[in-house]
């Protein structure tokens, strides 16, 4: 749909043997689909950092990142994690940019909760340097990091560490993306007897949220999808170790978890 592209989060620790979905991706840009993809790299992260004798520590969800391992997340994400997949796919044929949300001030946040550390929470998106590689016909590849916002503070035009599940929300948000997905190493969200909920809407997951169901790392991802369906209609978090999952997810036989929004499937434009 163009002017609307598919938003594609992939987590690190889908990218297996019989993942498919690099190649499901470069399918998707020699049919002519504009797509943006931002990356994880938690596991990896916590790795390096234990190595360096750093122990990761979470909040909610959320990596507490000191300045030390600030400067590992930004080395693994930018580096390491950003560049293997560029060449991986263009290894397969696509057309990509490697890029984090720090380049072309794309993403500025701020420090939310100062717990966390530098951790940023989302105040802006500059969608001009990913709306540019789509009509160059690139498939932009995000690593989750943004810039401090220049307020005159001592942290003005840092780099801060942001959970990539919420830079994909704000980014499908920010691009009133076509639809929003989530490659997780899980299947989908899950009721309190550990049952795939195959389809939500947005008053039945706020209920979730609530009554303390939804738990770890679904937290961001959920709101990551309540957020990108302000503006979105749809968006899914499915298991993106399963061999075709993209492709099948986009032909509307997803094995996961659906989330409709107040647009429902109304929005064909």
């Known amino acids: 749909m163009p002017g609307h592209p598919i938003v594609v989060k992939i987590g690190g620790s889908t990218l297996g043997s019989h993942d498919t979905s690099l190649r499901d991706l470069v399918r998707l840009q020699e049919e002519g689909r504009e797509v943006v993809v931002v990356h994880g790299g938690g596991n990896v992260i916590s790795q390096w950092m234990q190595r360096q004798g750093l122990a990761p520590r979470f909040v909610g969800g959320l990596r507490v990142t000191d300045a030390p391992s600030l400067e590992i997340v930004v080395a693994v994400l930018t580096g390491l994690i950003n560049k293997e997949l560029v060449s991986m796919m263009q290894e397969f044929g696509g057309r990509t940019v490697g890029l984090s949300g720090i380049d072309g001030g794309m993403v500025e946040a701020k420090i939310g909760n100062p717990e966390l550390g530098f951790v940023g929470e989302v105040t802006n998106v500059n969608s001009g340097l990913i709306r540019a590689l789509l009509d160059s016909g690139y498939i932009p590849i995000i690593a989750p990091l943004g810039v401090h916002v220049r307020d005159g503070s001592e942290h003005a035009g840092s780099p801060l560490n942001i959970n990539g599940d919420t830079v994909a929300g704000e980014l499908a948000y920010a691009l009133e993306a076509e639809q929003l997905i989530f490659l997780t190493d899980v299947a989908g969200v899950m009721d309190g007897g550990g049952r795939v909920i195959r389809r939500l809407d947005r008053r039945r997951a706020n209920i979730l949220f609530n009554s ?58």
Not at 216 to 235: H, N, Q, W
């Open 212 to 269: 303390g169901v939804i738990q770890g790392g679904m937290i961001p991802k959920l709101s990551a999808c309540l957020r990108a369906l302000e503006r979105s209609p749809v968006a899914n978090i499915i298991d993106g170790r399963q061999p075709n999952a993209l492709l099948e997810c986009l032909r509307g036989d997803s094995s996961g978890t659906t989330i409709v929004g107040d647009f429902g499937n109304a929005r064909r434009t």
